[in-house]
């Protein structure tokens, strides 16, 4: 029988809920009964406690990787495939969730929209738009720049200082969070997002020149 795992963050409160197999108790959002050991449904978790990880924005990518596959190896839906109907399903459904888990909090900026939003604190408008007067200079200045590069080092060079700003931006996060300042959080958090619009941009136009 697998070992069990409770996808709870740590130090979180842990809900009971019957095994639908053999109605025992299980704990929190158990994979496995305790009791029978049958694999059990995704429960109500967040993407951090799926994944038994404290809720903040400092994971680094090797240790949201490791939790994720230790987790995805139990629940596999090929070792399910034998089981009965049921088992396979849940087994499925299991699999996607740690899947949209994993794709959330491996992105630095889905990661830090996700706390906000879990938080109270969403990222108003539909990312078009800039409200932000700095912000919205520094996006202009970067764009000009960008457009008139006019040779693949010119290009080159708007992309890498994006990415480091990229880095920068995603440590004013992490501090952000920290301090629990949401209103700074949200302001980087979109900072992040437009700079990574400009690297893809740059990046296409590269792959524009190269063709």
């Known amino acids: 029988m697998a070992t069990p795992f409770t ?4 130090g979180g409160a842990h809900s009971i809920r019957p095994c ?9 959002d158990a994979a496995f009964c305790e009791t029978c050991g049958v694999i059990q449904p995704p429960g ?17 990518a090797g240790t949201i990787d490791r939790a994720y596959f ?31 888990a994993y794709q959330t909090l491996r992105d630095p900026l889905r990661r830090a929209t996700y706390l906000l939003e879990l938080a109270g604190h969403p990222i108003a408008g539909d990312g078009k738009t800039i409200a932000d007067p700095e912000l919205l200079a520094e996006v202009m200045e970067r764009r000009e ?4 590069a006019d040779s693949p080092e010119a290009v080159a060079a708007v992309a890498a200082d994006a990415r480091h700003e990229r880095v920068s931006a995603e440590a004013a996060l992490g501090a952000a969070f920290a301090a629990g300042d949401y209103p700074a959080a949200r302001r980087h958090a979109t900072r992040l997002r437009y700079l990574g619009r400009l690297a893809e941009e740059a990046r296409r136009r590269s792959a524009m020149r190269a063709a």
Do not use: K, M
């Open 7 to 10: 996808d709870t963050a740590p």
């Open 20 to 28: 639908w197999s053999c109605r025992g108790p299980a704990a929190g």
């Open 70 to 100: 230790a987790r995805q190896r139990q629940v596999h839906p090929d070792r399910f495939a034998r089981r009965a109907p049921r088992e396979a399903a849940i087994a499925e459904s299991r699999s996607v969730s740690l899947n949209a």
């Open 44 to 60: 109500q978790e967040d993407h951090f406690a799926r994944l038994g990880l404290e809720r903040r924005f400092d994971l680094d």
């Open 145 to 148: 720049a960008l457009a008139e």
